[in-house]
């Protein structure tokens, strides 16, 4: 017992240890990451909020922001407080070191899940395995919408799985943790009322389980569960309404929140497999299949082996109490909105960004198949059983050595069926955020530097941009200065994402590549530039 403990300590030592270790690569790391498009917007709908509630609900300008306000802003007004308690700090810098460590405490919560349903072993597989995941790492800095609310979401499947071993009586601390976490889900996306449904599933599914009981103990057992979560979903609707001020409008305008996200349909294109697709005509597998080839192949292997056990559990030694029914709510949160998805053939863009919220649960099955398999084996051969763990180790190993080999890019991490970002590339969507913007405007300075004896130190040069302003303005020193007029531009950055880099024609000065993959380059258009002036100064001149 004391040997088996022993082991146990192990792995949640590496598990904490883990954790540790991503925070403070985070800090050292955190300003390698661009400034995606959508975060300007998010920063000043934090504002606008905190505006709305400074002003005493008089300022509703909020409500006339874009689409925003179909949106819960909670870590948008967490990170505008964090800013005014630290101003001497960059707005951006924080909402990435912020977005990090939530992304961080998402890892701990798949740790937790799994370390709950299959054991330390399991859970610490699972925290490596989306650790070294790069839709998650890469992700972690900049999807300052995506990360927060699939952390949230995952903390309260945590709380979810807690208190529904106790049922009908649950803990109260297991009651407001899962109240506190679904509303942290709400206060950034009405997707968070998937978690309603999940605990409305976890219900019936112990209600079924009580084998022997009359139908009426079953119903009376059902009806005191769920006055016991009441007070949990009253805890989500506070903070819900707190941090979604359109939400506290009116009573369904949740609802209708939802409703308008099915139906959402910009003039925004996405690639599969080479096709480009308008984001509300993409065929229903286009979430399935990034996520059969974004997930790396440790995870998806990991969770069919948990998804087949819940079908055949194997010997009852493999089994704790529970296990079966703790796995088969988390293969549900973990397939039921993909399904949802395919079936509605809902809009969708960018890939596997607004399915991030899965991807824990991914990882926490695929510790718990993983976990499984090793016990299955040791009670064959102890040696099968340690080669298991060798070859779990060293894919984990291996996907570290990509992601460290992607740096900053590690979203764009693809897995061997498409053969990886080289095979992926101009098939799949890449750089979307514009992650190369750091990389390219180094690269960018470096060359006006080699410039500065034939033009001058102190010329200033026009940039075009294949992305938003500010991630350009934020890096770049005063002499590249931004332009709208791409044609007089004497510099191009780009992302070869959907072919924005032959936007503009150009001698190619630079190049961002990796794993021999091009995912961004650097023009230079003097020539081209002085060309498009020349032309442009005597119709000037004639006005």
């Given at each position: 017992?004391?040997?088996?403990?022993?082991?146990?300590?192990?792995?949640?030592?590496?598990?904490?240890?883990?954790?540790i270790?991503?925070?403070?690569l985070?800090?050292?790391?955190?300003?390698?990451?661009?400034?995606s498009n959508d975060?300007?917007?998010?920063?000043?709908?934090?504002?606008?909020?905190v505006?709305y509630?400074?002003?005493?609900?008089?300022d509703q300008?909020?409500?006339?922001y874009?689409?925003?306000?179909?949106?819960?802003?909670?870590?948008?007004?967490?990170a505008?407080?964090v800013q005014?308690?630290?101003p001497?700090?960059?707005?951006y810098?924080?909402r990435?070191?912020?977005?990090?460590?939530?992304?961080?405490?998402?890892?701990g919560?798949?740790?937790?899940?799994?370390?709950?349903?299959?054991?330390p072993?399991?859970?610490?597989?699972?925290?490596?395995a989306?650790a070294?995941?790069?839709p998650?790492?890469g992700?972690?800095?900049?999807?300052?919408k995506d990360?927060?609310f699939?952390a949230a979401?995952?903390?309260a499947?945590?709380?979810?799985l807690?208190?529904t071993r106790?049922l009908p009586?649950?803990r109260?601390?297991?009651v407001f943790?899962?109240?506190?976490?679904?509303?942290?889900?709400?206060?950034?996306?009405v997707?968070?009322?998937l978690?309603?449904?999940y605990?409305?599933?976890?219900?019936?599914?112990h209600t079924?389980n009580?084998?022997?009981?009359?139908?009426?103990?079953?119903l009376n057992?059902?009806?005191?569960?769920?006055?016991a979560?009441?007070?949990?979903?009253f805890?989500a609707?506070?903070?819900?309404?707190a941090?979604?001020p359109?939400?506290a409008?009116?009573?369904?305008?949740?609802?209708r929140?939802?409703v308008d996200?099915?139906q959402?349909?910009?003039?925004?294109?996405?690639l599969?497999?080479?096709?480009v697709?308008?984001?509300?005509?993409?065929?229903?597998?286009?979430?399935?299949?990034?996520?059969?080839?974004?997930?790396?192949?440790?995870?998806?292997a990991g969770?069919?082996?948990a998804?087949?056990?819940?079908?055949w559990p194997?010997?009852?030694a493999l089994r704790?109490?529970?296990?079966?029914?703790?796995?088969?709510?988390?293969?549900?949160?973990a397939?039921?909105?993909?399904?949802?998805?395919?079936?509605d053939?809902g809009?969708?863009f960018?890939g596997l960004?607004?399915?991030?919220f899965?991807?824990?649960?991914?990882a926490a099955?695929?510790?718990i198949?993983?976990?499984?398999l090793?016990?299955?084996?040791?009670?064959?051969?102890?040696?099968?059983?340690a080669?298991?763990?060798?070859?779990?180790?060293?894919?984990?190993?291996?996907?570290?050595?990509?992601?460290?080999?992607?740096?900053?890019?590690?979203y764009l991490?693809?897995n061997?069926?498409?053969g990886?970002?080289?095979g992926?590339s101009?098939?799949?969507?890449?750089?979307?955020?514009?992650n190369?913007m750091p990389?390219?405007?180094?690269?960018?300075?470096?060359?006006?530097?080699?410039l500065?004896g034939?033009d001058?130190g102190?010329?200033?040069?026009?940039?075009a941009?294949c992305?938003?302003?500010?991630?350009f303005?934020?890096?770049?020193?005063?002499?590249?200065?931004?332009?709208d007029?791409?044609?007089a531009?004497?510099?191009?950055?780009?992302?070869?994402h959907?072919n924005?880099?032959?936007?503009?024609d150009?001698?190619?000065?630079a190049?961002?590549?990796?794993?021999?993959?091009?995912?961004?380059?650097?023009?230079?258009?003097r020539?081209l530039?002085?060309a498009?002036?020349?032309?442009?100064?005597?119709?000037q001149?004639?006005?």
């Open positions: 017992m004391n040997a088996r403990l022993g082991v146990c300590d192990r792995y949640d030592l590496a598990a904490v240890a883990l954790l270790g991503l925070t403070a985070a800090l050292a790391t955190y300003d390698s990451y661009a400034i975060e300007a917007a998010q920063q000043h709908y934090g504002e606008l909020i505006a509630y400074a002003s005493g609900f008089t300008t909020l409500f006339h874009v689409n925003l306000y179909l949106y819960g802003g909670l870590f948008d007004v967490v505008v407080t005014r308690l630290l001497f700090f960059d707005p810098s924080v990435h070191v912020l977005c990090a460590v939530i992304g961080i405490a998402g890892i919560a798949t740790w937790a899940c799994a370390r709950l349903v299959a054991g072993r399991a859970g610490a597989i699972a925290a490596f989306l070294v995941c790069g998650w790492y992700s972690m800095f900049n999807h300052t990360i927060p699939a979401m995952m903390g499947t945590y709380f979810l807690r208190l106790d009586r649950p109260w601390r297991h943790g899962f109240g506190l976490l679904l509303g942290a889900a709400l206060g950034i996306r997707l968070g009322l978690m309603v449904g605990a409305c599933f976890a219900m019936m599914t079924y009580l084998t022997g009981e009359a139908t009426r103990d079953r057992f059902f009806a005191r569960s769920a006055i979560l009441t007070p949990a979903f805890v609707y506070m903070i819900m309404i941090a979604w359109w939400s409008l009116a009573l369904l305008n949740p609802l929140g939802l996200f099915g959402f349909h910009y003039p925004i294109q996405t599969l497999d080479g096709h697709y308008e984001m509300g005509d993409v065929p229903r597998w286009y979430v399935p299949v990034y996520l059969l080839i974004k997930l790396p192949p440790l995870i998806l969770a069919g082996v998804s087949l056990f819940v079908v194997g010997p009852m704790s109490s529970g296990w079966r029914t703790d796995t088969g709510l988390l293969v549900f949160i397939t039921f909105p993909v399904v949802c998805e395919a079936v053939r809009p969708a960018t960004r607004h399915f991030l899965v991807v824990p649960t991914f099955l695929a510790g198949g993983l976990d499984r090793v016990a299955l084996t040791a009670m064959h051969r102890r040696v099968l059983a080669a298991a763990l060798g070859a779990i180790g060293a894919s984990l190993a291996w996907n570290a050595a990509i992601l460290v080999e992607l740096h900053p890019d590690q991490y693809y061997p069926l498409v990886g970002l080289e992926a101009g098939l799949y969507v890449t750089d979307y955020w514009v190369i990389e390219a405007v180094d690269d960018l300075e470096a060359y006006v530097d080699k500065a034939s001058g102190t010329r200033r040069y026009k940039v941009v992305g938003e302003r500010l991630p303005e934020k890096r770049a020193n005063p002499r590249l200065q931004w332009t007029d791409w044609k531009a004497d510099f191009f950055i780009a992302p070869t959907m924005c880099d032959r936007a503009l150009g001698k190619v000065i190049t961002i590549a990796r794993l021999g993959a091009r995912i961004g380059v650097v023009k230079d258009r020539m530039a002085r498009v002036v020349a032309h442009r100064r005597p119709t001149g004639s006005k």
